[in-house]
């Protein structure tokens, strides 16, 4: 029988309840000894309890504590404290959606062989770079598509505001939206366009430029096409309605 403990001085979270839920899923045993919030000791019995053991540190590390690291790497980026709350929680939902392990059981199998305790942030600073890589990536990229959403944002303000000191060069244009995402264009005079799915800014850009006094847009996408909806009704606002 042996006993081994991970602790933490950093991390703000009672360990041994999230240690014991964790250890709870596997299928081997393991009592937790009584003990504070920051720290959870256990006595093993054999190799077997060991793995488990290193089984449940992983999921602990890996899925419960990765948030603190998470925030930790949001909070250096260059953005303002309403940007940061907006990434976080999409940066951890991306990276939850991985499976991946990074080898962290392995590399704790490997640490308890020769050690007693395991300091949580420690090991996850400086055994666990392929793992704190990838949750970079991924506040990289969440980060990447809000700074994309404010400019495209800022650029459909300033077509609102463009076409609305435009005079109308046309009296109505209709706009349907069919089911497989395509679009088609009819002015009143019976002039048909039609656009494939991928082409919305396309759309955008020849209503820009015809400025009609009125746009009937009929929405047959089953709500596939509500974004771009909301867009229409930023840039032509008091020229458009939409019938779903």
Known sequence: MFVRSVSTQEYDVDIRRLLERRLNQTQCRIELSAGEKNIARAELVDEKALDAWCSAVAELLVRDLSHFELARLVNELPLSLPE??????EAIKNSRSSEQRFG???ALLNHFADHENLVLEGFMRFRMQDALSFWA?????????MQLEKEYSELMRILGAFVELQPPRIKEVSLCVNPDGSYTLTDDADVRIDYEARARDGVIDVLVGLAPERITVYDLSGGKNDRFNETLSKVFAGRIKIYR
């Open 104 to 106: 962290v059981k392995r």
């Open 84 to 89: 940061k709350q907006q990434v976080l929680p």
């Open 137 to 145: 990536l991924c506040i990289d990229r969440v980060a990447e598509e």
